[in-house]
């Protein structure tokens, strides 16, 4: 913020960083790809569409606010916070999308994203869907309830390699 001829440095908002300008795989609906931390310290990554910035201010800093930003107690907390989302450009760029899957040379699912064109974040854009592809059980009890009714069945042991190799090959968040 300027004040006179200096800046002045002011805090309106926990925690939150733009990280990449996003656009969806045909390069149009741009936003940004924000990086936030709620009040128990989980660090979550949100994205917000510019349209969404411009035409509809109020349900960004409900967003905003609903994932746990808090705003200090200023006039101008909230038009300074919108401003930052829109001015601020930092020099990564984030491929969004609706659909897990292949694009491109790039595997995406709902927390990671696993391929050879890493120059950019890709990031599964459906937050407000529950994530299905999750860790259940330990290697060991897959082993013994499900491993051995796959013995000699061809078809049965193909899905389940592929069941257990995908979340082992994309690793850990």
Do not use: F
């Amino acid at each position: 913020m300027k004040y006179g001829n200096s800046l002045l440095q002011l805090k309106i908002c926990s925690y939150i960083e733009v990280i990449a300008l996003s656009h969806n795989p045909h390069e149009q609906e741009w936003g940004r790809i924000i990086r936030l931390t709620n009040p128990k310290g989980t660090i979550r990554t949100v994205v917000i569409a510019m349209s969404e910035i411009i035409t509809s201010p109020d349900i960004v800093l409900r967003k905003l606010m609903d994932l746990g930003v808090q705003l200090e107690d200023y006039k101008q907390s909230k038009s300074l916070l919108l401003e930052y989302l829109c001015t601020c450009k930092p020099s990564v760029y984030g491929t969004v999308t609706k659909k897990s899957g292949w694009h491109g040379d790039v595997y995406i699912i709902k927390d990671n994203s696993l391929g050879r064109n890493m120059d950019e974040i890709y990031i599964l854009d459906n937050s407000t869907e529950e994530n299905l592809m999750t860790e259940s059980g330990t290697l060991e009890e897959w082993k013994e309830h499900i491993g051995v009714m796959c013995k000699g069945q061809s078809l049965l042991q193909p899905a389940t390699i592929n069941a257990v190799v995908l979340p082992v090959e994309l690793g850990p968040k």
